[in-house]
């Protein structure tokens, strides 16, 4: 299904490039949002966590075929959307996660949803997203119903899916692959048209914006004059790293793997 987000901005590379995608996730705390993006990055499912760090993890993925350089930023977001430049500014396609037994995380997804169709108004384009609902290993305490789930995204126009970070690897990922279908159709469909020839006469202040001639999205300048390049996300590579101080170090003498924000890996 098409997503009625609308155009995203451009991000895809030369030809011969691997297509980049920027993918955040969204939702409220505790919906499973990092757990989702570690187990699509590591297919494991971890139930430590630190609620309070944000981070962008890069993985090169090939989707139908072509290589894919994709970003994520896991984001933790206080108790609702909040500096939402930041990603909003950022990301080609948004993952809307809640958590299928907490009713309180679904309403925060349409919270989240709403924001999106608000950012696309008012940029006039828009974005893909996908609504997740996640935990569904927790359907027997289960506070929205599937159809209730469905109706949201059908509502925001976009992709429905209900998923479990802690079961099967092969569907998670087919989540996160299909958010990178949707941003790359956008993607697709926003390129500029190359144009044929350059009328002479056309006077010299009459060029098309800046963000449109290089290929961007027809962000205005004021936006994008607010989002510095400190703010931009740093990108921290998905693979195992040993950390120096973590919780789970002090409460554990003995080594242990880390992954990504501050996850344990046994
Ligand atoms: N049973 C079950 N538990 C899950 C699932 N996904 C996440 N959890 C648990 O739910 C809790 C919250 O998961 P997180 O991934 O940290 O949630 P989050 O959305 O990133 O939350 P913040 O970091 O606070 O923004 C953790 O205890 C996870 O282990 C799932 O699919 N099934």
């Known amino acids: 299904m098409a997503s009625v987000f609308g ?5 895809s590379g030369p030809p011969s490039a691997p297509l980049e995608v920027n ?7 505790g919906a499973g949002k990092s757990a989702l993006t570690v187990k699509f990055l590591t297919k494991r499912f971890i139930s430590e966590y630190d609620p309070n760090l944000e981070d962008t993890y890069s993985s090169e993925e090939t989707v139908d075929h072509q290589p894919v350089h994709l970003r994520v930023m896991d984001t933790a977001d206080p108790d609702t959307p909040r500096n939402c ?3 909003l500014n950022w990301a080609h396609a948004f993952l809307v996660v809640y958590s299928v037994d907490s009713r309180q995380s679904f309403e925060g997804s349409s919270s989240y949803l709403e924001l999106l169709a608000l950012h696309a108004k008012e940029m006039q384009r828009g974005y893909p997203a996908l609504l997740l609902g996640n935990k569904l290993d927790m359907a027997q305490y289960r506070q929205v119903t599937k159809a209730e789930g469905a109706a ?4 925001f126009g976009c992709l429905f899916f209900e998923v479990s970070a802690c079961l ?3 569907h998670v990922q087919h989540v996160f692959h299909q958010a990178v279908r949707e941003a790359r159709r956008e993607l697709e469909r926003s390129a500029p048209a190359r144009p044929l020839f350059i009328s002479e006469d056309r006077a010299p202040g009459h060029q098309a914006p800046l963000t449109a001639r290089h290929g961007l999205a027809s962000c205005t300048f004021n936006t994008l004059s607010t989002v510095s390049l400190k ?10 790293v ?3 101080s973590s919780r789970a170090q002090s409460k554990r003498k ?13």
């Open 7 to 11: 155009k995203p901005r451009a991000g």
């Open 23 to 29: 993918l955040a996730i969204l939702g409220r705390r």
């Open 85 to 87: 430049e930041r990603y």
């Open 152 to 155: 949201l995204a059908r509502r």
């Open 168 to 170: 099967d690897f092969a």
């Open 231 to 240: 703010e931009m996300p740093a990108v921290a590579q998905a693979k195992l």
């Open 242 to 244: 040993t950390v120096k």
């Open 254 to 266: 003995a080594p242990t793997l880390t992954l990504l924000k501050g996850f344990k890996i046994f």
